[in-house]
């Protein structure tokens, strides 16, 4: 997964160096693709979201439940942006949705998707992995083995955040096995 058409920026010495060389490229082609297309015609009027996806195998020190693999920035860019603005808001990749409908005033039902620019929103943010879960939010950070049923990870002041969690994540599942 890391072999790319380009001249290495430097030598890498094992894999971590490697996906450091793929992110290096895939940033530098991104880079020149809205580069091409700023001075295009239809730049005016075009909206371009990027977002990461989650679960990088690096760097190793990160295990694969901690809320820092699952930590992904999301770009709003485009001719059609008018403020240049960066909003440090927990949320979650399913909060697109209802963000951009509502900044669109376009009509919409998501179950679990919220505006985050709304006044109401409440900042948390849900994440799974293989049997577990994670839950980040203003004031509290856990995550939950299903294998062990214990927490192994509890960081804040968690008393009301646990039982919201594990609601949303019943909802979350009863929705899924009913589709």
Same mark, same amino acid.
């Given at each position: 997964?890391?072999?790319? $058409?380009?001249?290495?920026?430097?030598?890498?010495?094992?894999?971590?160096?490697?996906?450091? #060389?793929?992110?290096?490229?895939?940033?530098?082609?991104?880079?020149?693709?809205?580069?091409?297309?700023?001075?295009?015609?239809?730049? =005016?009027n075009l #909206?371009?979201?990027?977002?990461?996806?989650?679960?990088?195998? /690096?760097?190793?020190?990160?295990?694969?439940?901690?809320? =820092?693999? @699952?930590?992904? $920035?999301?770009?709003?860019?485009?001719?059609?942006?008018?403020?240049?603005?960066?909003?440090?808001?927990?949320?979650?990749?399913?909060?697109?949705?209802?963000? #951009?409908?509502?900044?669109?005033?376009? $009509?919409?039902?998501?179950? @679990?998707?919220?505006?985050?620019? %709304?006044?109401d929103?409440?900042? @948390?943010?849900? /994440?799974?992995?293989?049997?577990? &879960?994670?839950?980040?939010? =203003?004031?509290?950070? @856990?995550?939950?083995?299903?294998?062990?049923? %214990?927490?192994?990870?509890? %960081?804040?002041?968690?008393?009301?955040?646990?039982?919201?969690?594990?609601?949303?994540?019943?909802?979350? &599942?009863?929705?899924?096995?009913?589709?």
């Open positions: 997964p890391y072999d790319i $058409p380009t001249a290495n920026a430097f030598i890498p010495k094992n894999n971590e160096d490697r996906f450091v #060389l793929s992110a290096h490229y895939a940033d530098s082609s991104l880079g020149v693709f809205l580069h091409s297309i700023s001075n295009s015609s239809q730049w =005016e #909206l371009v979201i990027l977002v990461a996806d989650h679960g990088a195998h /690096y760097p190793d020190s990160i295990q694969y439940h901690q809320k =820092e693999k @699952f930590h992904v $920035p999301i770009l709003f860019t485009g001719g059609c942006i008018t403020k240049d603005t960066v909003i440090h808001k927990i949320c979650s990749q399913t909060d697109i949705s209802a963000t #951009l409908f509502s900044a669109l005033k376009i $009509p919409y039902r998501f179950k @679990f998707s919220r505006n985050i620019l %709304s006044n929103y409440i900042p @948390f943010a849900y /994440y799974s992995f293989n049997n577990g &879960m994670g839950w980040v939010d =203003e004031n509290c950070y @856990f995550v939950l083995s299903h294998d062990s049923k %214990s927490n192994i990870i509890d %960081s804040g002041i968690c008393n009301s955040s646990y039982r919201f969690a594990k609601s949303y994540f019943q909802v979350l &599942m009863q929705d899924f096995i009913s589709k």
